[in-house]
Each structure stands twice: as C-alpha cells, then as structure tokens.
C-alpha cells in the first residue's frame, strides 16, 4: 500500500533467526547487509557450521583458506557469549601449510566451549591427496567441557589424546582416522567421560613410522 513498512524486520528475533537458521554461516552472514537490523543476527544462530571446500585442483585456495579462517574466527569471536548449539568444523583439501591458521581456528573453537556452552562439536579434516600426514595439537580445552554432550573428530592428520580429559556430561563420542600414540590414550579418554553411552572408535593401523622416523607401536588397545 506505499507505507514503506519493512514487515520483515518488523519480525521479532527469534522468527529471524528461525528463518536464517536454514541457511548455512556464510549465506546467513550475509544477510547482514540488508539492514542494520540484521546486521549482527547471524552471529547469534544457535547451529555454526564453518565448511571450507574448493575444487582440488582451484587456483588461489591459500588465499581462499586464509579468508576462511578469518571468517570463521570472527563469527566464533562476535557471538558475545551468546549459546551455541552446535558447532562444526569441516575442512576439506586441507594442506600442510594451513597447519598455523587452523590451529587459531582450534583455539577460538576450545575458547567457545566454555564461553558459548556448545553442547555438540564436530570436527573434520579431511587431507588434500598430495599431502604427506602430519601432525596437528588440539587444544586441551576441547577436551575439557561441561557442557558437550556430543563430540566427534574426524582427523586425517594425527592428534594425541591430552593428559587431562573432563567431559562430565559427555554421551555420543566418535573418533574416526584416530592412531594410537600410546597405549593409555583411550583409556585416559574414557575415564573422563563418565556418562559416555556410545562410542564409535576408527583406529589407525597400530604401528608406523613417525616424522622422527621412531617406530611407535601399540600392542594393547585397552577399553573398560
């Protein structure tokens, strides 16, 4: 009727974010330019879901990569505490070189768990074809939370088990592409999730050769 009304904006906020949650980060984030009503929305969904994928053989992924990282760093960083449900984590073609930047990228995820309450992570890397595996820390925060109840890592670069694992509320655990550094690493996992209900276990072969070139082997894989 002209009135110039924007009803959609007129919308409360949690219609909005009803609507934007069925869209993935990148595409809610940039929503943000439509007004300044939904400027900041997109960083409060209750679902994050970061997901870096490019044609494998795609020219400029480094610099590709490295927005991505800056991307998803900030929408961790923006949501001023605000809960985050679920959160995943998904990269694909991922390369030696992109070692550094994910790592911040762990960190800001670690800080999140216990800043954002997430109660389900999810966390994949997958390697490009042409990359040699390698070693990637995970931050002991990550295995350090009150509130996950659902945890899955699914790494194709190698990760150690930290020393002190406290997962109180923890149920659904899977860990894909894992290998055993030592032969109390799952058990070490296991007594710090005391209301685990499913586990989901994808082991490495028990013996190769490391970047030191020291065999390491595991002849028990202990689970009680």
């Known amino acids: ?11 409360p906020n949690c219609v909005l974010l009803h609507i934007l949650s069925r869209f ?5 984030a940039a929503t943000s330019i439509l007004s300044t009503r939904w400027r900041d929305l997109f960083v409060s969904l209750p679902d994050v879901r970061l997901i870096y ?9 480094d610099k590709l990569f490295s927005d991505f990282i800056d991307f998803a760093n900030r929408v961790i960083r923006q949501r001023n ?18 070692h550094l930047a994910f790592e911040s990228l762990l960190i800001s995820a670690a800080a999140a768990l216990s800043s954002c309450n997430v109660q389900r992570l999810f966390i994949s890397v997958r390697m490009d074809k042409t990359t040699e595996r390698f070693s990637i820390p995970i931050p002991p925060g990550i295995f350090s939370s009150k509130t996950l109840v659902c945890l899955s890592v699914n790494f194709e670069v190698d990760w150690n088990v930290p020393d002190f ?3 109180p509320n923890l149920k659904r655990l ?22 685990l209900e499913q586990l ?6 028990f013996s190769y050769e490391s970047e030191s070139e020291e065999g390491i082997e595991v002849e ?3 689970i009680s």
């Open 200 to 205: 989901m276990l994808f082991v490495q072969p």
């Open 220 to 222: 028990v894989l202990h």
């Open 165 to 167: 694992v406290w997962l």
């Open 1 to 11: 009727d002209g009135d110039n009304i924007d009803r959609l904006s007129e919308l």
């Open 53 to 61: 994928c490019v044609d494998s053989d795609g020219s400029g992924r």
């Open 24 to 28: 993935k980060t990148k595409a809610a």
């Open 174 to 195: 899977y860990l894909f592409q894992f290998r055993l550094v030592d032969e109390d690493s799952i058990q070490r996992l296991l007594q710090g999730c005391p209301l």
């Open 81 to 98: 505490k605000a809960p985050i449900r679920t959160l995943v984590v998904d990269v694909m073609h991922f390369v030696k070189s992109y």
